[in-house]
């Protein structure tokens, strides 16, 4: 700890250090509570993420009940939790230069995280080119599990020149979303991110982001594991697919041999980590009453990379993460209500 | 009951009745916690309601912590529960042709309310003049109570030229939000609005909004008492401030004189109807962890006057208050998020 007195952030540090940068979708998450009959209906999958196009999100917009909005997009998620719980956090992400996009900037200043340099984009409503701020609809089943589409706005438009590359190497783990996969500029962003992230000795932390993001982009996520990925978070579906295993323990397997960190969640079956001395399975927080799913695996990662950053060990690391994870999913939205600090401390985990 | 299949909202019904119209200003909620010093050092109190100009709008939402948007307006609230109750509602209220209007306008169709016919106002960004959708910056304290900062936008501009006079000779109730009495055109409105409804046979309800907006205008709503207003909402502060009494049982009498019905509330001491045959005091549902009470009133009219459209008694009209406040003010957020329905079921009040 430093005794020079800090400005601006209370998570700031005087030399500069980030212990995560993230880069992401920068998305406003549009909430509200559906049936399942209605996901089916929109042809929706329920749990999994569809990326829609303007007119799809008008439909599926004008089908959905009274809404809540709250910045969100996955990794941003990740940063405001691992702020949120004292670790000091940088993003990089676009958004428009409209109402929602200020929405963003403000939010994922106001939690401390420190925003990559970035121009908001005029935005554009040329017909069949609307551009605003990326949105993605979130449908909340009764029993909590979450349904999203993406409607990607400007955030589609992200590539390499978009990468704040000094605040990139101030990252001890530089730490990618999976999403980001699905479009060309922002995988070249995603290649430079890891040559930067690499060139400042960070670690490069991915997250598989959506089960049918796998199924996407299958081989480029294998190929990323041989010396460009150093820490994967996936669920237990995600895993799975990616490595074709028969099982969860044949992901575990297929993890353990590419000598990799894994992070791999199972809902209410809690995490299982996987280090050089083999897996460790964590138990998941108990939840009175799963609100909403939305962010559980955003906020895992916060709580894992925090404890991480903090050189904690990989159990009390997945313990963080789960913890997280359990208070997101405790009520609507992405992003954490309680005092994560104090949360932290209750559990014996700081 | 009709048979005949109704079209559009569950609540709609063929011959245009509609149990509530409401004018209000048409207001996103940002909601973000806060502490009480923080509350102290922008100069606002806890727990009241201050109009502010555009750049103190920028200074409180710079100082707030991260947001959750949320379609909101007090007027707006109450016909959102009454329509969640299975009430039929009509609104009218002013939001500019951006992002946020765009929001409000979705959420409160959504819900099932009609809304007036109203033209979106072109965003304005001239400086000095910069016109958007209405916001309620909303700081929420530790124990739950909130503290309201309101920056009108368009909504400032509402007048009777605003009014859809069709919308509101159709109900059965016409609900005014007293916080419109803070602007010249919207008075004129609302006093047309009375009008309208008394031509149309229907009952004028007023709610005094807020302390401040009582203390700003108690001589015009002393008057408004004899022969405007029907039904009178107030809190326990509000109305004994409208009275200068030196008790709430001294503003209890004071109703009483004016044989009007008033529906009076008192946090967690309930409320207390009065009527012609007297005053009635009902207890208030009990609320496991208070989280936000932001709302509480404006549900609390919404099942009152979904009661008293039912042509329930005043003691049952004041536990579908109590029980629908309940509900709001057990999560973050002005508008219902549970099952009003099946809550009023369950509690044996349907």
Redesign the interface.
């Given at each position: 700890m430093s005794d020079i007195a800090t400005t601006g952030s209370e998570n700031a540090h005087e030399d500069g250090h980030l212990d995560v940068v993230a880069v992401g979708n920068a998305l406003v998450d549009v909430l509200?509570?559906t049936t399942d009959a209605e996901i089916s209906r929109l042809g929706l999958i329920k749990g999994s993420m569809a990326l829609i196009d303007l007119a799809q999100s008008k439909t599926v917009?004008?089908t959905?009940?009274?809404?809540?909005?709250?910045?969100g997009g996955s990794a941003a998620n990740t940063t405001?939790g691992l702020a949120a719980l004292g670790g000091r956090a940088g993003y990089i992400g676009k958004v428009a230069d409209?109402?929602?996009g200020a929405?963003f900037l403000?939010?994922i200043s106001?939690?401390g995280v420190e925003m990559g340099r970035i121009t908001p984009v005029a935005p554009s409503d040329e017909p069949g080119a609307e551009r605003?701020t990326g949105h993605c609809l979130i449908l909340v089943s009764e029993d909590g599990e979450r349904t999203m589409a993406t409607h990607l706005g400007v955030a589609e438009t992200l590539g390499p020149d978009d990468l704040d590359e000094d605040l990139l190497a101030r990252g001890e783990v530089v730490y990618l979303e999976g999403y980001l996969w699905d479009q060309a500029p922002a995988q070249a962003a995603l290649r430079r991110a890891i040559e930067v992230a690499h060139g400042a000795d960070a670690l490069v932390a991915l997250t598989l982001s959506d089960p049918f993001c796998v199924t996407r982009h299958r081989r480029e996520f294998l190929d990323l594991l041989h010396g460009d990925v150093d820490i994967l978070f996936a669920n237990e579906e995600e895993v799975t697919l990616l490595f074709d295993a028969p099982s969860f323990d044949g992901a575990v397997a297929a993890i353990e041999e590419t000598g990799l960190l894994g992070a791999l969640t199972r809902g209410s079956a809690g995490s299982v980590v996987v280090t050089a001395s083999g897996p460790v399975a964590v138990p998941a927080e108990p939840v009175e009453h799963v609100v909403d799913t939305t962010g559980a695996g955003d906020l895992y990662a916060a709580g894992f990379l925090f404890g991480l950053t903090q050189g904690y060990d990989p159990e009390r690391c997945a313990r963080l993460g789960g913890l997280c994870a359990s208070e997101v999913i405790s009520?609507?939205?992405a992003?954490p209500?309680a005092d994560l600090k104090k949360l932290v401390s209750a559990a014996g985990l700081d």
């Open positions: 509200a509570r917009y004008g959905m009940g009274a809404t809540v909005e709250e910045s405001a409209d109402q929602l929405v403000h939010d106001a939690m605003a009520h609507f939205g992003r209500q």
